[in-house]
């Protein structure tokens, strides 16, 4: 079965994909499940809840001379079923143009295309959106299992901790596991000279005066740790690993997650993976100043005590 989800790449969509898709594995199609998307603004370049275990192919629009040519190159593909799941006017428009037979959509509301749809996570909305999107699934033979799962390659896994001890290893260090260190994973571009990046500087070395040592991974950014390093004058002599900055796929992000003491990230979706797991983690935007940042630098301190 090989199904088409329209999405945006806020988490209120992209997690409703990750429960249907583990909905699905448990009926008679699991062998040949295969899910693509089309993201209605940004690609997702790597998200814990879809890794490529999951997402097939991913498709970007925008609205030029090429669009209906893309649409049609889409149709091309044989679909067994179309799944809207974002309410945003351009994901309305794709739906109503691709010309595949079976579909299913989240309720049209025509009133929702003049609200500012909420980037922010609500649980409360994609439990609602995800629960109307199985009952049309029952037809399917879906259940109705509204909690999201981690999926990853258990082979891709393997190596990527076999990698990690490798490098650890070669460094005369011990395994990940007999590591105390913090996973600090910021997903945006963080410029050194700013509020944001002396913020980053004072929690790195913060961490450091306490012995705690740091695997960084920044998502779009690969050359501020380099930056942070010379400005802090660390000479990267705390950093568990250092050159795994480009590798953010979701192996590397469940690895570290799991192995770290505890996590420091303005991605949410890492937020939300602690929180059933227990695993300690301090949330923080890096775009709110002021007391927010004391906050947050109190917060690493009990935790790294």
Same mark, same amino acid.
């Given at each position: 079965?090989?199904?088409?989800?329209?999405?945006?790449?806020?988490?209120?969509?992209?997690?409703?994909?990750?429960?249907?898709?583990?909905?699905?594995?448990? $009926?008679?199609?699991?062998? %040949?499940?295969?899910?693509?998307?089309? $993201? %209605?603004?940004?690609?997702?370049?790597?998200?814990?809840?879809?890794?490529?275990?999951?997402? =097939?192919?991913?498709?970007?629009?925008?609205?030029?001379?090429?669009?209906?040519?893309?649409?049609?190159?889409?149709? @091309?593909?044989?679909?067994? /079923?179309?799944?809207?799941?974002?309410?945003?006017?351009?994901?309305?428009?794709?739906?109503?143009?691709?010309?595949?037979?079976?579909?299913? =959509? %989240?309720?049209?509301?025509?009133?929702?295309?003049?609200?500012?749809?909420?980037?922010?996570?609500?649980?409360?909305?994609?439990?609602?959106?995800?629960?109307?999107?199985?009952?049309?699934?029952?037809?399917?033979?879906? %259940?109705?299992?509204?909690?999201?799962?981690?999926?990853?390659?258990?082979?891709?896994?393997?190596? $990527?901790?076999?990698? @990690?001890?490798?490098?650890?290893?070669?460094?005369?260090?011990?395994?990940?596991?007999?590591? =105390?260190?913090?996973?600090?994973?910021?997903?945006?571009?963080?410029?050194?000279?700013?509020?944001?990046?002396?913020?980053?500087?004072? *929690?790195?070395?913060?961490?450091?005066?306490?012995?705690?040592?740091?695997?960084?991974?920044?998502?779009?950014?690969?050359?501020?740790?380099? @930056?942070?390093?010379? @400005?802090?004058?660390?000479?990267? =002599?705390?950093?568990?690993?250092?050159?795994?900055?480009?590798?953010?796929?979701?192996?590397?992000?469940? /690895?570290?997650?799991?192995?770290?003491?505890?996590?420091?990230?303005?991605?949410?979706?890492?937020?939300?993976?602690?929180?059933?797991?227990?695993?300690?983690?301090?949330?923080?935007?890096?775009?709110?100043?002021?007391?927010?940042?004391?906050?947050?630098?109190?917060? *690493?301190?009990?935790?790294?005590?």
């Amino acid at each position: 079965m090989t199904i088409l989800c329209i999405c945006s790449s806020s988490l209120n969509d992209i997690i409703p994909v990750n429960i249907i898709y583990n909905n699905l594995l448990n $009926t008679n199609y699991k062998d %040949t499940l295969n899910i693509d998307l089309i $993201t %209605t603004d940004n690609l997702l370049i790597s998200n814990i809840f879809l890794g490529e275990s999951i997402v =097939r192919k991913q498709y970007g629009f925008l609205f030029k001379k090429l669009f209906y040519g893309s649409l049609k190159k889409i149709e @091309a593909n044989d679909y067994d /079923l179309i799944i809207k799941i974002s309410n945003n006017f351009k994901a309305e428009v794709i739906f109503s143009l691709l010309k595949i037979k079976n579909k299913i =959509r %989240t309720p049209f509301k025509f009133l929702s295309f003049f609200k500012k749809l909420s980037k922010t996570y609500k649980i409360s909305l994609v439990e609602k959106k995800t629960s109307q999107l199985l009952e049309q699934l029952r037809l399917y033979g879906a %259940t109705k299992n509204l909690v999201p799962v981690i999926k990853i390659n258990n082979i891709v896994y393997s190596k $990527t901790y076999e990698m @990690a001890n490798w490098v650890l290893k070669s460094s005369n260090k011990p395994p990940l596991s007999n590591n =105390r260190f913090c996973f600090i994973y910021i997903d945006n571009l963080i410029s050194v000279n700013t509020k944001e990046g002396d913020l980053l500087k004072k *929690i790195i070395n913060s961490l450091l005066e306490k012995n705690m040592l740091v695997i960084p991974l920044f998502k779009k950014n690969f050359d501020i740790l380099d @930056a942070i390093s010379n @400005a802090i004058s660390l000479k990267k =002599r705390g950093l568990l690993i250092d050159n795994f900055v480009q590798n953010n796929d979701s192996n590397y992000l469940y /690895l570290f997650l799991k192995y770290s003491k505890f996590v420091i990230t303005n991605d949410e979706s890492l937020k939300i993976v602690c929180e059933p797991i227990e695993k300690p983690c301090v949330y923080h935007n890096f775009k709110d100043y002021g007391v927010a940042h004391q906050n947050v630098l109190r917060n *690493i301190n009990l935790l790294i005590n």
